[in-house]
Each structure stands twice: as C-alpha cells, then as structure tokens.
C-alpha cells in the first residue's frame, strides 16, 4: 500500500508541529483515493512505565493535574503510570530510567519491553513504547515527585492489583495510555507466566 504526499506545510510550530497535507492514499481495492487533507501533530516518541514493586507486587502510580483534562466535573488530576517524551538521542528505554527515576525517585536494572502503540493515529504521529520496571522498596506512599524543571508536582503511591482494578472500574484511572498499560500488564504479561 502506498501514500503520495502531494503538499506538506506547517502551520503551527511552538512545543508541537502541527503539519497540513494534502495526500492520496492506496484504497483496499488498489485504486487511489481522492486528494485529500489531513492534519498531523508532530509530537514524537514517548515511554510509558509500569513499576512493579518487586516483593509485594504492587504498582506505582502517579497523580498529577493535567489541564487539559479539566472540565466541569472533572479537576484534572489523573492517576498515572509515570511517562515522558524520548530527548533527543535518547532510546526508548532510556527515557523508562530517566522517567522512573524522576516521577517516582527510583531506579531499575530490570526493565522490559511491554509492546508499544499509537496514541491517536488519527491525528498524532506519537508512538507510546511501554515497558515494565521491576523495583525494590516501593516509594514512601504519598511522596512527591517530579521533575521541578518541567513544573511536576507529583504524588506517588504503590497500589495492588485489586485496588487498580477497582480504580479502573469506577473511573478514577481515565488516562488512556495508564489504562492500556496496566490492563495489558494484568491481561497479556501476567497471563503469560
């Protein structure tokens, strides 16, 4: 299958490149498609970790306010499994360590490659890598974390299998890149050994 990008500029260019294009695409059935517009968000790589606490199994999470997330009945802080984008060089598993360490204080010997996936490939170019981090003591429950260059101000705490599940079940973990995080740990990983 292929895609003739016909036209490309950008319109917008401050911490995100928002590109307009004008392309044609291979159909199923092995004609092209009518010349047509689209719209992309040029964001780049990001990581996402599950932290898993070696001797009790439980999971770190984060908590963090999220403006965008803000709505009339909604305050935007979210639970999260800690994430961040991939610097310049950097390797996805590289920015699982530099995440893990900054957002929960911790550092692993032992991270794994999960899967990774798009988070909105309808609009965004971003593609989430997902690893799983296995760490000693979990984190003092409540303590802060973040990076104070990038304005974090995070809560931490280590929750158990039941106590995620039920966070998910009654809406209280809505970040999609925790949701699928988690419920492929506990659906694919775990299921698996």
Not at 22 to 38: A, C, H, Q, T, V
Not at 78 to 92: F, H, Q, S, T, V
Not at 106 to 130: N, Q
């Amino acid at each position: 299958m292929k895609c003739e990008i016909l036209s490309s500029e950008t319109v917008f260019n401050e911490y995100i490149l928002v590109e307009k294009t004008n392309l044609r695409w291979e159909k199923f059935d092995g004609n092209m498609s009518p010349e047509s517009i689209r719209f992309v968000v040029r964001r780049g790589d990001s990581v996402g970790v599950v932290p898993v606490c070696r001797e009790s199994g439980r999971i770190v999470l984060v908590k963090q306010f999220r403006f965008p997330a803000v709505r009339d009945d909604e305050d935007g802080y979210l639970w999260e499994i800690p994430a961040g984008m991939l610097d310049r060089d950097e390797e996805p598993v590289e920015t699982a360590a530099r995440e893990l360490f900054e957002e929960i204080g911790v550092s692993s010997e032992e991270i794994e490659t999960l899967t990774s996936y798009y988070l909105s490939p309808g609009l965004l170019d971003e593609r989430m890598h997902l690893y799983l981090a296995q760490i000693g003591e979990c984190p003092q429950i409540g303590a802060a974390g973040g990076n104070p260059d990038e304005h974090e101000d995070l809560l931490v705490q280590a929750f158990s299998k039941d106590e995620i599940l039920a966070m998910i079940a009654q809406h209280e973990i809505i970040d999609a890149k925790s949701l699928a995080g988690l419920l492929y740990y506990f659906s694919v990983y775990l299921s698996s050994r």
